[in-house]
């Protein structure tokens, strides 16, 4: 497994307080332990920004980060080497080696952050923590109000609160050479997965034995989890967007659509292939299936240097719509069943999202209510579909139950784009040759 290396989170916090006024302090804590059920835990996983900014795994972790007269300063609080509590549940970093582990100036105790936190807060010219994050809020108020009934041995109480939210999200938007790498990783991981499942897939498996499949692809290849749950919707649950009980059997004559991608590191891959279970696309199949596909394709012609993010659907929606007219499920003309969007009835939901980090990714869609222009470093599904309702008896019998997506990992480049799952097999032809394998 690679990781990233330190240096990476560093300049990430340098960069972050050299957008912030001199005298600020940032305060961000590690994501809490949640419950799965009694007194078992959730599987840990830090939470996305406090990594981003930190590199720390460990549960009960504060980030703060002081841009003072003297320069930059980052502390972290951690949990203390216990030898009975690593006997139990794991090696801890420990305070003594996290400064040097983490290229951090200090460390200390969590069990300290509140009283620290007083301190580190004294003269700050304002405080910047999530505001989605309840807990950490709370840790901030509390000191603060500690703070001020200090003020007659002179302590000063910062008085502007900023969210930190936008600021990092700002950031992680744009990717930079060692995440692109760390996520073409975590995608071709995901890529040698699909294509396994392609590989076995045959009548009578049952869904989560493909899942299984996939899964272990994942770990084999080093992925720590998944990065979301998992698709394996065979027949007409193809036509259920999140579909997760992937607990039926695979009936000869279905598509089966998955929808599955690894982790890597914290970094997220999102792929979707649409396939025959006995391995060849019938003609109503195939004629869904290469209209989604010439979606995509129109999606993928409009990512270069002055486009914006809706153009991208602007262009499959255009696609979808005259081809679903084509073949008799729209009725009237183009631009008038765009402007009605008609088409929603059969592709409900928009060209794809941000990636990264999160499988939906942070960051803003549109700036001063206009789209977004694509800039190179961001990374975007495109994830053009059709889905035909199976009980819907005014469509012709042979497209019911029919459910084609096909979902790409897009990396915005100065020049266009870079297809970071380009070598999952997407067409009919290449699709069936790898089947019939």
Same mark, same amino acid.
């Given at each position: /497994? !690679?990781k990233l290396?330190?240096?990476?989170?560093?300049?990430?916090?340098?960069?972050l307080?050299?957008?912030?006024?001199?005298g600020a302090?940032?305060?961000?804590?590690? %994501?809490?332990?949640h419950i799965?059920?009694?007194?078992?835990?959730? $599987?840990?996983r830090?939470?996305?920004?406090?990594?981003?900014?930190?590199?720390m795994?460990?549960?009960q972790? !504060?980030?703060?980060?002081?841009?003072g007269?003297?320069?930059?300063?980052?502390?972290i609080?951690?949990r203390s080497?216990d030898?009975?509590?690593e006997?139990?549940? &794991?090696r801890r970093?420990g305070?003594?080696?996290?400064?040097?582990?983490?290229?951090?100036?200090?460390?200390?105790?969590?069990?300290?952050?509140? @009283?620290?936190l007083?301190e580190l807060?004294?003269g700050?010219?304002?405080?910047?923590y999530?505001?989605s +994050?309840?807990d950490?809020?709370d840790?901030?108020? +509390?000191?603060?109000?500690k703070?001020?009934?200090?003020t007659?041995? &002179?302590?000063?109480?910062?008085s502007?609160?900023?969210d930190?939210?936008?600021?990092?999200?700002?950031?992680?938007l744009?990717?930079?050479?060692? #995440?692109v790498e760390?996520?073409?990783?975590a995608?071709?991981?995901?890529?040698? %997965?699909?294509?396994?499942a392609?590989?076995?897939?045959k009548?009578?498996m049952? #869904?989560?034995?493909?899942a299984a499949?996939?899964?272990?692809?994942f770990s084999?290849? &080093?992925?720590?989890?998944?990065?979301?749950g998992?698709?394996?919707?065979g027949? @007409?649950n193809a036509?259920i967007l999140h579909?997760?009980?992937?607990?039926q059997?695979?009936?000869? =004559?279905?598509?089966?659509?998955?929808?599955?991608?690894?982790?890597?590191?914290h970094?997220a891959?999102?792929?979707?292939?649409?396939?025959?279970?006995?391995?060849?696309f019938?003609?109503?199949?195939k004629?869904?299936? @290469?209209l989604?596909? %010439?979606a995509?394709?129109?999606?993928? %012609?409009?990512?270069?240097?002055?486009?914006?993010?809706t153009?991208m659907?602007d262009a499959?929606v255009k696609?979808?719509?005259?081809g679903?007219?084509?073949? =008799?499920?729209?009725?009237g003309?183009?631009?008038?069943? *765009?402007?009605d969007?008609?088409?929603?009835?059969?592709?409900m939901h928009?060209i794809?999202?941000?990636?990264? /980090?999160?499988?939906h990714?942070v960051?803003i869609?549109?700036?001063g209510? @206009?789209? +977004?222009?694509? *800039?190179?470093?961001?990374?975007t599904?495109?994830e053009?579909?059709?889905y035909?309702?199976? $009980?819907?008896?005014?469509i012709?019998?042979?497209w019911?139950g *029919?459910?084609? +997506? *096909?979902e790409?990992?897009?990396l915005?480049?100065e020049?266009?784009?870079?297809?970071?799952?380009?070598?999952?097999?997407?067409?009919?032809?290449?699709?069936?040759?790898?089947?019939?394998g």
């Amino acid at each position: /497994m !690679t990781k990233l290396a330190t240096i990476e989170y560093t300049n990430r916090r340098q960069a972050l307080l050299q957008s912030l006024p001199q005298g600020a302090v940032v305060v961000i804590q590690c %994501a809490p332990v949640h419950i799965r059920n009694g007194d078992v835990e959730q $599987d840990y996983r830090q939470d996305s920004s406090f990594y981003y900014l930190s590199g720390m795994v460990e549960q009960q972790t !504060t980030l703060v980060l002081t841009n003072g007269v003297d320069g930059p300063c980052s502390s972290i609080f951690c949990r203390s080497k216990d030898k009975l509590q690593e006997i139990w549940h &794991g090696r801890r970093l420990g305070v003594d080696a996290a400064p040097r582990a983490l290229m951090m100036n200090q460390a200390y105790a969590s069990e300290s952050v509140a @009283e620290k936190l007083i301190e580190l807060l004294d003269g700050a010219s304002q405080v910047v923590y999530g505001f989605s +994050r309840e807990d950490t809020g709370d840790l901030v108020k +509390r000191s603060l109000s500690k703070l001020r009934g200090l003020t007659r041995q &002179g302590k000063t109480c910062p008085s502007q609160l900023v969210d930190l939210d936008p600021l990092v999200d700002a950031m992680r938007l744009f990717k930079s050479s060692a #995440e692109v790498e760390q996520m073409a990783m975590a995608c071709d991981i995901s890529v040698a %997965a699909h294509k396994r499942a392609m590989s076995v897939c045959k009548v009578g498996m049952n #869904e989560y034995q493909l899942a299984a499949e996939l899964h272990h692809q994942f770990s084999i290849q &080093g992925s720590q989890r998944v990065a979301y749950g998992s698709i394996v919707a065979g027949g @007409e649950n193809a036509c259920i967007l999140h579909y997760t009980n992937n607990d039926q059997v695979l009936q000869d =004559g279905d598509l089966v659509l998955i929808d599955a991608g690894c982790e890597l590191d914290h970094y997220a891959s999102d792929i979707t292939r649409t396939f025959p279970v006995n391995g060849r696309f019938s003609e109503s199949q195939k004629t869904i299936y @290469e209209l989604v596909l %010439a979606a995509r394709q129109a999606a993928l %012609a409009c990512i270069k240097p002055g486009a914006v993010f809706t153009d991208m659907q602007d262009a499959a929606v255009k696609v979808i719509t005259q081809g679903l007219i084509d073949i =008799g499920l729209l009725t009237g003309a183009l631009d008038k069943n *765009i402007e009605d969007q008609t088409f929603r009835k059969f592709y409900m939901h928009n060209i794809g999202h941000w990636l990264g /980090m999160d499988v939906h990714d942070v960051g803003i869609y549109k700036i001063g209510g @206009e789209s +977004r222009p694509l *800039i190179a470093g961001m990374v975007t599904t495109v994830e053009p579909g059709i889905y035909i309702d199976p $009980d819907d008896a005014n469509i012709p019998s042979q497209w019911r139950g *029919i459910g084609v +997506r *096909i979902e790409d990992n897009i990396l915005v480049t100065e020049d266009g784009y870079r297809n970071l799952t380009a070598y999952l097999p997407v067409t009919v032809a290449d699709i069936e040759t790898l089947m019939a394998g």
